[in-house]
């Protein structure tokens, strides 16, 4: 994982996603999982593309099923996109990073748009 995606906790789950003001993009994803790993470096790019504008995170679901229980993850990846707190957007299953860019980009023009 790199300096960009952070790695969602139980512990820090409450600081950096449901108080955050930022617009927080989680990929829920396990380690044998196939479509996860080829998601993985999309995620990567994105975060760095959306540096300073969107909070790119990892959960493993494996390591935090509470979590991953409270919003219902059924399948693998599955990314949510959260807005003060609360899941706004998702996506499951693997997707192109074009499909991405388009929910990230239509978030944060929503997001500068009530600014």
Same mark, same amino acid.
């Given at each position: 994982m790199s300096t960009l995606v952070a790695q969602a906790t139980a512990e820090n789950w409450e600081t950096e996603v449901a108080t955050s003001s930022d617009i927080v993009m989680v990929d829920f994803w396990a380690v044998w999982c196939g479509p996860c790993q080829m998601v993985a470096p999309v995620v990567e790019e994105l975060a760095q593309e959306y540096q300073g504008k969107l909070k790119v995170m @990892?959960?493993?679901?494996?390591?935090?099923?509470? /979590?991953? $229980? @409270?919003?219902?993850?059924?399948?693998?990846?599955?990314? *949510?996109?959260? %807005? $003060? $707190?609360?899941? /706004?957007? %998702?996506? /499951? $299953?693997?997707? +192109? %990073?074009? #499909?991405? %860019? #388009?929910?990230?980009? +239509? *978030?944060?023009? #929503? +997001? +500068?748009?009530?600014?």
């Amino acid at each position: 994982m790199s300096t960009l995606v952070a790695q969602a906790t139980a512990e820090n789950w409450e600081t950096e996603v449901a108080t955050s003001s930022d617009i927080v993009m989680v990929d829920f994803w396990a380690v044998w999982c196939g479509p996860c790993q080829m998601v993985a470096p999309v995620v990567e790019e994105l975060a760095q593309e959306y540096q300073g504008k969107l909070k790119v995170m @990892k959960l493993n679901t494996d390591e935090v099923p509470e /979590v991953a $229980g @409270k919003f219902q993850i059924m399948s693998i990846p599955t990314i *949510l996109f959260f %807005k $003060g $707190g609360e899941p /706004v957007e %998702k996506i /499951v $299953g693997a997707r +192109s %990073k074009q #499909q991405f %860019k #388009q929910v990230i980009d +239509s *978030l944060l023009a #929503q +997001s +500068s748009a009530t600014a």
